[in-house]
């Protein structure tokens, strides 16, 4: 399969859950192909506009050669998600409809050479933005073997985490994917679980070089605050570490106090500014499945925008009202209705 044919995940139901509409302007943080975005972007016509952000350049390149027939309606940035708010704010391009998070890896990465898949030998860097500081290699020739056990441990969930680092010490200097396969096949021999041994380790290094959890918590956080009125918030996500984050984040925003249990009256003052979607996790049909095995892991889940009166966070009311009106005014309780209805069909029971 060439890079360019990366199949997005859950296509219609990402569609239906961010409830895509003509003239409406939403934001893809994870461009990758543009699978997503020019699904996107054809809804929204006439009149809508989507802003992509893509960290890797390469991943761009091939996005921007997809949304060409978009003209001006599809603005590419290169850069990472982490600066969502920096992003809009300097092209004025606040507040959407939604945003989406296709959180991962696309093919165009896996079949890049630079060290993401075990399954190609490559040089082990895994960046997924040549600006990020160490690579892979340097992570693993330079933590101690406790950090590495740790490392493995904490964003792999490898139950053999201790010996893996150990050997990884003992076969040190390790500069490519079958190196460190190599190293970790010794660790674990004769392994018979149902995915290859070096499957948690890679995703740990992975994590770990780009600070993926911790870009997930920020930008969520920034995604609610550029929302508009009913503004959709969709993230998909491939593995428990993203989705534990994803699921807390929105269950956290949905409630009004958060203090810490056991304080005799509230101190913090939270307002809920989201609404869950979906209170199930939405996942791919066995057909997808069948058809794109990425999507096997894939876990949607989608909240919508709500505003208190007095909620700390988000722009004034004042903005979302003149949003609504010109998106053609709020949509209307019956059009709600099908869209719930809609979307309730992919709900799992
Ligand atoms: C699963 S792919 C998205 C595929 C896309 N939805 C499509 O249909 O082609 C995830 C993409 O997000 C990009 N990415 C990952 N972390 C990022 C970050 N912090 N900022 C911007 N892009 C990021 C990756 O480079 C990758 O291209």
Redesign the pocket.
Known sequence: MLAST?V?VMLDETLQALAVQPGGRYI??????????SAMLERTQPGGQLLG????PA?LKI?AARLTPFGNSALLVN????NLKNICAQHGFMPVHGILF?????T??LESRRGFSFQTDAPLDMR?SPNTELSAADIVNSLSESELANLIWRYGEEPDSRRIARMIIQSRSIETTGELVRAIEKAVPGYRGKIHPATRTFQALRIAV?H?LE?ISSALEQAVELLGYEGRLVVISYHSLEDRIVKQFMQREARGCICPPGLPKCVCGHKPTLRIVNRKVITSSPEEIALNPRARSAKLRAAERIFTPDAPKGGSSERHERMKSESGGARSPETLMRLRVAFSSFCLS
């Open positions: 990366h997005p893809d943080c994870t461009l990758g192909g543009g699978g997503h975005a952000i893509e960290a890797d991943a996005a850069d990472n998600f982490v296709d959180l991962g890896l696309s165009i990465q997924v780009n993926e870009n």
